[in-house]
């Protein structure tokens, strides 16, 4: 954990909305929102707990009731990210007549959202790689989610056989691994998704 212990005692985010009183929601929303533009304007460094607190009008206790550390914010900022990505993917089903041309659409409308606020995707990654315990279970229910839109891809709506449920594992370790080496400034956008679709090729072509 990168700050104060956690203080919790209420109001936490992995309660559904609805169980949230109005003012709870919109005190997370402005929580959020404020760790968002720290984010986007300085990236990882830039979202310390007493900033977001203050940035949103909250105190720092009250902050510690809904999260844990910046981690658990960024984390939480992810997955509204999947939601939206899961919504786009529901309305507009991605395209191609391959199972490579549709996980790559995937691939290429994920990539892109990410890469296109790199401040902000930057900070999103380091708290999904930082290996906090109190995030780990988030961070895994991110990989299922991105790993069930990779499969859905891969097998068009038919039921997937053993080989495509591996090679989407694979496939999105790739991929997030490749996004780790964006981050670092190891290579650009274009790389990641180059880097994807020739294992693409060689686990579902191959």
Same mark, same amino acid.
């Given at each position: 954990?990168?700050?104060?212990?956690? *203080?919790? /005692?209420?109001?936490?985010?992995?309660?559904?909305?609805?169980?949230?009183?109005?003012?709870?929601?919109?005190?997370?929303?402005?929580?959020?929102?404020?760790?968002?533009?720290? &984010?986007?304007?300085?990236?990882?460094?830039?979202?310390?707990?007493?900033?977001?607190?203050?940035?949103?009008?909250?105190?720092?206790?009250?902050?510690?009731?809904?999260?844990?550390?910046?981690?658990?914010?960024?984390?939480?900022?992810?997955?509204?990210?999947?939601? *939206?990505?899961?919504?786009?993917?529901?309305?507009?089903?991605?395209?191609?007549?391959?199972?490579?041309?549709?996980?790559?659409?995937?691939? +290429?409308?994920?990539?892109?959202?990410?890469?296109?606020?790199?401040?902000? &995707?930057?900070?999103?990654?380091?708290?999904?790689?930082?290996?906090?315990?109190? /995030? *780990?279970?988030?961070?895994?229910?991110?990989?299922?989610?991105?790993?069930?839109?990779?499969?859905?891809?891969?097998? +068009? +709506?038919?039921?997937?056989?053993?080989?495509?449920?591996?090679?989407?594992?694979?496939?999105?370790?790739?991929?997030?691994?490749?996004?780790?080496?964006?981050? +670092?400034?190891?290579?650009?956008?274009?790389?990641?998704? &180059?880097?994807?679709?020739?294992?693409?090729?060689?686990?579902?072509?191959?």
């Amino acid at each position: 954990m990168t700050e104060d212990a956690d *203080t919790r /005692t209420e109001g936490t985010p992995e309660e559904a909305p609805t169980r949230l009183a109005a003012s709870q929601v919109k005190r997370l929303r402005r929580i959020v929102d404020a760790a968002s533009r720290l &984010a986007e304007e300085g990236g990882f460094e830039a979202v310390r707990l007493r900033d977001v607190a203050e940035a949103s009008g909250v105190a720092l206790g009250t902050l510690y009731r809904y999260f844990r550390s910046k981690e658990d914010i960024l984390v939480f900022l992810l997955a509204e990210e999947i939601d *939206t990505l899961e919504k786009v993917l529901e309305a507009r089903p991605p395209k191609g007549d391959t199972p490579r041309e549709r996980v790559m659409s995937v691939f +290429g409308l994920t990539t892109r959202a990410l890469t296109g606020r790199p401040h902000f &995707a930057r900070a999103l990654l380091r708290a999904v790689s930082a290996g906090e315990p109190e /995030t *780990t279970v988030k961070v895994a229910a991110f990989h299922l989610r991105i790993g069930k839109l990779v499969l859905d891809a891969l097998s +068009g +709506g038919s039921e997937a056989d053993e080989r495509l449920r591996n090679a989407a594992i694979i496939l999105q370790q790739v991929w997030f691994a490749s996004l780790v080496g964006w981050t +670092g400034g190891l290579h650009d956008p274009k790389a990641v998704l &180059a880097q994807v679709d020739e294992a693409a090729g060689l686990l579902v072509e191959g």
